[in-house]
Structure formats: structure tokens, C-alpha cells
């Protein structure tokens, strides 16, 4: 392999090297103890020592060529080799093409020059065609060749990065380098004559984590086929560790995702695959899932700045976030304050002529906002003005569109017109409001008084717009969330839903395509039509709205429209209850969008087959349990009831075990905090029932006492008459326990749980699924197995 030219200094290099060629510009030089008879002895052990630990060209190859001038004990490196075949070829290559040019310059420094400039052309036309891409080619060359050396593995594994650090054999640590590759973990140490060599197939990790004890202060555990394993003394363990856990989900991606990963020209293509790629990567999907942008958004550019909150009349610390279509902001201070503003929605972009190096963003309604202290600010104005001059062209300004009339079209005229007068039609079923006209007459006096408390709701909500502003650009702080524990009103719910999820943001982009998918999904007869008719019925079969064939209709084509649009996932039980409870607060064009949120953003893997993604969050579920209610963890003998219990909580957000008018708070909340929300709820409603569940003799009596629990849940200030309300329809058996209130009980789950962090559960989540997608393979493959045998019993034997 071809060096950049770097100083050598021949006197000392001689106690380590041996020469084996020379003529008078090069010279070809092995390593000591390399193919010697013993080792090299002491010496050779010791150079072997060296070689594993010290970061240098010496410990990557036996063999090296210097490039020499006479008079001179400073010469230069230009080439080493794993190999004297490798590196033989170099040195014929030198004596075949430079030898007979160097005796025409006249002085030794011409020849030097000529020496380098010739080898660092050939490493660029090398570079072409090379794995290394990285911050330091040289470094990484290096590390790549003995890498190759040392653990040959397939050519075209990539070298992602490596890092120094010490590997614990029992309770010896050996100090080596950690190479991590696409598809394997290896570790390399050689150690006064001892050789460690470690090769870790990334679908073969079960658990990977950070962990600590006495002995380590900070360490990577991985756990595979049974082995544990520990490795220390990272200069920048977080930054190691969120690489490997990367590296591992993408390998168990390509098993069981492969679809999508073939179709992702990065992951698809190792030599797209790079430290700083997977960093990137790795901030990309962070920034999305906090500001529920559309996956496809990449995160551009983040400014540490100052952003003026107007109604509280200060400046707030935190950073600004920008990607091809949004600029986001998040407080770094406590008081949970974030902007959302895309770029469709940009009027104009002024910088002030001040000290304050502020950035002024004027968007639609009248409103700006103003980010100052940023630094290049007046760079960062004249990007932006690039960004939304082809920003407003690519959107469809949905504010501006004039709802169609029923009355002013011809159905017969166009498959899509009918669709949309059956969404607008279905809107007026759903609604709340249009709803009380099959009220009875004895509903009306309880209905009043909760009326009043809607409207109390409705008033606070007013109040929060006129200080923090309207829509998808609105200023969302510790107030907000305040008021979604509370319960959004009825009137608002859709509206905030929208806003909340991001689900606005994803139908502002795509104009008529929902439109389209209905039209292309009509009359597709499939497996999942098949069974989206079967569950049409059954879904809140007790609501009004369900109970024509007009809310009926609305739920086909969005079930339907999903399915058409993502056949991956296609249609999966739980779809329905939730898609049902959609369409009750929002439009079917909206109701799409927020299922395409949920399935494709907010619960990922959910809605599929395996319902991997549940059980990954149940795993969290049960991890979050053993740290806040270990007494719970003690009394039950096996940690599978968690997950069998609460697996309907996960998949329907709590609908199914809900009554509706509490269940639609959950979802409130839901959509503001994300699964944090579920996660927080489940640990409160197993806290306030935790004397109970200590009672319990069995799982049975558990599942009874939690059912019990959930019968009694009620929503005092619901404004749907009792004849609809699910709560006040229990028998008197059950109406003897006490009731729980649901804005109780989530503002209980904040109060206790609300510490859990969004960046922990995201942690959680990517180590729990390495170890629930190798139990399902685990378990596929002793099931393989178990038929094998039958087969062979029943019909070979």
C-alpha cells in the first residue's frame, strides 16, 4: 500500500527494523522478530507489543520502502506491505518506472519532490476506488490494511472506523483496537507474545449496552450466542457506542426488513457507509422523531442561538435545527419551549444591523420570530433565502382551499369528486356536535353543565393561541402540555392531533394524494380488503357514527387507501379500533394522514406481522417496571405477564381497554409526547394498583383486577351524554369500586414519570430489539427444527 511521504529517522528505525534491499534512492526494510525462528526472542516479542498497541505506521505492516538521499539519515516512508509478495510488487514497480527518471535532476531535492509528488498521485488514483473516506485517509488506510491483515475477512467488507481500547479477558484487561465493519465487530491485542483475536458477527448480537461497576468505571457490554463480552478506556465512549448500536440494528434490518433496505441507497452501498455517515444518520433520525417531521428530512445545519419568546417577554438558550423544508428550535433550559416553522410557510428573512447578530423570520398570520446571538448569521440569512425561494414553490397552500359542496357538483361526474363529498358527508356524521340530534331528552341537564367546562376548555386553548400563535408554527411550551393533560376540547381535537403528530406537515406536502390513492385502491380485491371488510363492523360497533354506512364508507377507504399505499404493512387487527376513533375528531383526508404518522413514524414495526415494534416496547415496558416498581418485579415469578397484558395498550393506545371518552385523552396525549405518553400511563395504572397486584396469587387474578380497573375509569368532564359515553354503562357489581378519574390518572403518570426521558426510551428501544428480534429467530428456528423432526418421524422412520 502506497503512504503518504512522512519523515523517518533512519538511526533509530535500525533497533526495529532489519533492511532486506537497497540501491541508492530506496530501500525495502522488515520488521524485526517478523518470520524469524522464536518470535525475534525478546525483541521481537516486544516489537510485537508495540505493533498492536501504539497507533503507527510500524504496527500496521511487516514490510515498508524508505525513499532515500544521499548524505542524509532523514529519509521518507512511501510504502508498506502485510506481505513480501505485496510488497515486492511495490518495490519492482519502483525500480520499473522511477529509477531510470531520477538520474536526470541535478540536485537531491528535485528528486525528493518528484518522489513525493509521484506517490501521492498514485494514492489519489487509488482513492478513486477506495473503502476510506474518512476525516484522516492516511490514518485510515493504515488501520484498514491490518484490519484486512489481521482477520481476513470477505474483500468487500467496509471498514467503517476503529478506535484504541482495552478488552477484558476475566479480569485482565488487554489493551488492542476495536475495529468496526458492516457486518462484524473485531478486536485485535498482541501482548508480549499473547495474540487476541475476536470476530463478532453483528446479527449474532443479542444485548448491547453501556454499563459500569467497580472494576468499570464506563464499559460496552456485548452479549452474543451466550458470550459476554467488555470493552473499556473509549476516548469517546458515547460516540462508540451509538456507532455500534447503528451498525447492529442495520444488520438485523437486512434480515428482517430487506425490502427497505435494499431500497436505501446508502445502507444498499457499503462504500456509502462512514463514521460520519452513520453519525448523521444517527442526528437525522433524532431531530425527526422530536419535531415529527417526514422521515425524508435530513438534518442540515444546527445553530446555538437565542429565540425571543414574546408572552414571556425573555430570551430562551437553545439551538436551531435546520433540513431541507423545516427550521426547528428546542429550548436547552427547563422550560420545554419549541418552534416548528417550515419553510412553505416563510414570507420573508431579515438580519438586524446591531450587535445582537439576530436572524427576524416573518411567516404567514402576521408573525415573526427572532433568533439572535447566532454566529455567520449573515451567511446563514442568505441560505435561507435560497432555501425558501424553492421552498414555496413545491407546496400546496392547503389554507386557501374552498371546501366542495355536495350541492354544486355532479356525483356521477368523477370518482374523486365522490369522494370528496363522502368525506365531507362522513365529517358531518363523526362530528361531535352533529352528533345530537340522537341525544335523548335526559341527556340535556348533565350535558349542559359539561358543556360549560368544554367551553371553560375551549376558552384556555383561545387564551394559549393569542399568547403562543395558531398552527403548525405555534410556540409549544410547558403550558401546552399542560392543557393537552387536561384534555383537548372537542372542537379543537383534530385540529391539534394534526398539529401534534406532524400529520399536517406530511398533507401539506403530498396535495391530492389521498384523493389519488382512493381512486387507484377502489375495488382492489386482496387479503387485505379481505379482512378490513370482516372488521369494519366491529369497529366501536356501539358509536353512533359506525352505525351507518356512512362513517362505515370512511372507514373502508382510509383502511383501504393505507393498505394501497403501504402493502408492506398492509392492514393489521388494531388499525381499524384506532382509524375509528380518528375519524370521530378529524376529516377522512386528515384521519389518513394521522394513521400514515402513526404506522410510519410514531410506532414503527407496530402494524406488521410480527408487531415487532410492540414487543420491543414491551420489553422497554418491563425495563422501565423493574426500575420504578421492582416490589412488582419481586412478587411476579415470570415478566412475560407484562407483556401479555399490556399488549393491546401498546397496539391501540389503551382504546381497547378504555371507555371511548377516556381512551381519546390517552390519545391526546399521545400525540403530543409520543410513546412516552403509553409508557408513563401504563406505569401509573400499574403503581395505583400495585396493593392488588401483590395479592394476586396468579396471572388470572391480575388480568381480573386490572379489567376491573378498567371498567371504572370515567371522564367527569366528557361532553357526550351518558348514552354514548362507554364508562357510565357498567353494572352495579363494578360501579361499587371507585372511580378513577382519566385526567387523574395521566396528570398522575406526568407527576411520577414524567423524569423519563425521550432519549432514554430511544436508547431503550434500539437495545431491546436486538434481543427481541434474536429470540424470534431463535424461536423460528427451533420450530424448524420441531417439524424437521416430525417429518422424519411420521413419514421417513
Not at 520488521?31 to 510485537?48: C, K, Q, S
Not at 497507533?55 to 525513499?67: E, G, M, Q, Y
Not at 510488497?87 to 518506472?97: A, P, V
Not at 478506556?233 to 447503528?246: C, D, K, V, W
Amino acid at each position: 500500500m502506497w503512504l503518504k511521504p512522512e519523515e523517518v529517522l533512519l538511526k533509530n528505525a535500525l533497533k526495529l527494523w532489519l533492511m532486506e534491499r537497497s540501491n541508492d534512492y530506496f530501500v525495502l526494510q522488515r520488521r524485526r522478530g517478523y518470520r524469524e525462528e522464536g518470535g525475534g526472542g525478546l525483541t521481537g516479542l516486544l516489537v510485537g507489543t508495540l505493533d498492536s498497541v501504539l497507533d503507527s505506521t510500524a504496527k500496521v505492516a511487516p514490510f515498508r520502502i524508505l525513499h532515500q538521499t544521499p548524505d542524509s539519515q532523514v529519509y521518507l516512508s512511501i510504502a508498506c506491505g502485510a506481505n513480501r509478495e505485496e510488497i515486492t510488487k511495490h518495490w519492482e514497480w519502483l525500480e520499473q518506472n522511477i529509477m531510470k527518471t531520477l538520474s536526470v535532476f541535478d540536485s537531491n531535492e528535485d528528486i525528493t519532490n518528484f518522489v513525493q509528488g509521484k506517490i501521492r498521485g498514485l494514492i489519489a488514483e487509488e482513492g478513486k476506488h477506495s473503502f476510506a473516506k474518512e476525516d484522516d485517509p492516511e490514518k485510515f488506510r493504515e488501520a484498514l490494511l491490518k484490519f484486512e491483515k489481521c482477520f481476513g475477512l470477505p474483500e468487500q467488507e467496509k471498514l467503517v472506523t476503529y478506535y484504541s481500547c482495552s478488552y477484558w479477558k476475566g479480569r485482565v484487561p488487554c489493551q488492542g483496537w476495536l475495529y468496526l465493519s458492516t457486518n462484524f465487530l473485531s478486536f485485535y491485542s498482541f501482548l508480549l507474545g499473547s495474540e487476541i483475536k475476536l470476530i463478532i458477527s453483528w446479527d449474532a448480537v443479542s444485548k448491547l449496552e453501556k454499563t459500569s461497576n467497580v472494576i468499570l468505571t464506563e464499559s460496552i457490554h456485548v452479549c452474543s450466542q451466550g458470550e459476554n463480552h467488555y470493552f473499556s478506556m473509549f476516548l469517546h465512549i458515547n460516540q462508540t457506542y451509538l456507532l455500534m448500536e447503528q451498525l447492529a440494528n442495520y444488520a438485523i434490518k437486512r434480515i428482517f426488513d430487506k425490502e427497505t433496505f435494499d431500497n436505501d441507497p446508502i445502507l444498499d452501498d457499503p462504500l456509502q457507509i462512514t463514521k460520519r455517515g452513520l453519525e448523521n444518520r444517527a442526528h437525522s433520525e433524532q431531530f425527526n422523531a422530536f419535531f415529527r417531521l417526514p422521515k425524508e428530512e435530513t438534518l442540515k445545519e444546527v445553530h446555538e442561538c437565542f429565540l425571543w419568546v414574546p408572552f414571556s417577554h425573555f430570551n430562551t438558550h437553545g439551538k436551531m435545527c435546520i433540513s431541507e423544508n423545516y427550521i426547528c428550535f428546542a429550548s436547552q433550559d427547563g422550560n420545554l419551549c419549541s418552534v416548528i416553522i417550515p419553510l412553505r410557510e416563510v414570507l420573508a428573512i431579515d438580519k438586524t444591523n446591531d450587535s445582537s447578530k439576530s436572524v427576524i423570520i416573518s411567516i404567514k398570520g402576521k408573525t415573526a420570530f427572532r433568533f439572535s446571538e447566532v454566529k455567520e448569521f449573515e451567511q446563514l440569512v442568505a441560505k435561507l433565502r435560497l432555501k425558501c425561494g424553492a421552498a414555496s414553490t413545491q407546496y400546496h397552500d392547503i389554507s386557501t382551499e374552498v371546501p366542495i359542496s355536495s350541492e354544486s357538483v355532479d356525483p356521477s361526474d368523477d370518482i374523486e369528486v365522490q369522494s370528496l363529498i363522502c368525506q365531507k358527508e362522513c365529517s358531518k356524521t363523526v362530528n361531535t356536535e352533529a352528533l345530537m340530534t340522537v341525544f335523548h331528552p335526559q341527556d340535556l341537564e348533565t350535558l349542559n353543565s359539561k358543556t360549560l367546562k368544554e367551553k371553560m376548555k375551549e376558552q384556555s386553548w383561545n387564551i394559549l393561541f393569542t399568547e403562543c400563535g395558531r398552527g403548525v408554527s405555534m410556540f409549544r411550551t410547558k403550558k401546552t402540555q399542560d392543557l393537552v393533560v387536561r384534555g383537548i376540547p372537542e372542537t379543537l381535537r383534530g385540529e391539534l392531533w394534526m398539529l401534534f403528530s406532524g400529520a399536517v406537515n406530511d398533507m401539506a406536502a403530498n396535495p391530492g394524494y389521498y384523493a389519488e390513492v382512493v381512486e387507484q385502491s377502489l375495488g382492489t380485491c386482496n387479503l387485505a380488503t379481505e379482512e378490513i371488510e370482516r372488521d369494519l363492523r366491529r369497529s366501536l360497533p356501539e358509536h353512533p357514527a359506525f352505525q351507518s354506512d356512512t362513517g362505515i364508507s370512511a372507514l373502508r377507504r382510509v383502511l383501504t387507501a393505507y393498505a394501497f399505499r403501504n402493502p408492506k404493512i398492509g392492514y393489521c387487527q388494531a388499525m381499524n379500533i384506532l382509524t375509528s376513533v380518528l375519524l370521530l375528531y378529524a376529516k377522512e383526508e386528515e384521519a389518513f394522514w394521522l394513521l400514515v404518522a402513526v404506522c410510519e413514524r410514531m410506532l414503527p414495526d407496530y402494524f406488521n406481522r410480527r408487531i415487532i415494534g410492540a414487543l420491543v416496547d414491551q420489553a422497554v415496558f418491563e425495563e422501565l417496571i423493574r426500575d420504578h416498581l421492582p416490589q412488582l418485579t419481586e412478587h411476579m415469578t415470570d415478566m412475560t405477564f407484562f407483556s401479555s397484558v399490556s399488549l393491546s395498550w401498546f397496539l391501540t393506545l389503551f382504546i381497547s381497554v378504555l371507555p371511548i371518552e377516556s381512551a381519546v385523552n390517552v390519545v391526546d396525549c399521545f400525540f403530543y409526547d409520543g410513546i412516552k405518553a403509553i409508557l408513563q400511563l401504563g406505569l401509573a395504572i400499574l403503581d395505583y394498583n400495585l396493593d392488588k397486584l401483590l395479592e394476586c396469587k396468579d396471572d388470572a387474578e391480575a388480568v381480573t383486577a386490572l379489567n376491573r380497573f378498567f371498567d371504572n375509569v370515567t371522564n367527569k368532564d366528557s361532553p357526550l351524554p351518558s348514552s354514548v359515553q362507554q364508562g357510565s354503562n357498567v353494572s352495579d357489581e363494578k360501579s361499587s369500586h371507585i372511580r378513577v378519574d382519566i385526567t387523574d390518572l395521566i396528570r398522575e403518570s406526568n407527576e411520577k414519570y414524567g423524569n423519563i426521558r425521550c432519549e432514554d426510551i430511544y436508547s431503550m428501544r434500539c437495545r431491546n430489539r436486538l434481543y427481541v428480534i434474536q429470540t424470534l429467530e431463535e424461536t423460528t428456528k427451533q420450530n424448524v427444527r420441531e417439524i424437521s423432526k416430525w417429518i422424519q418421524r411420521e413419514f421417513l422412520c
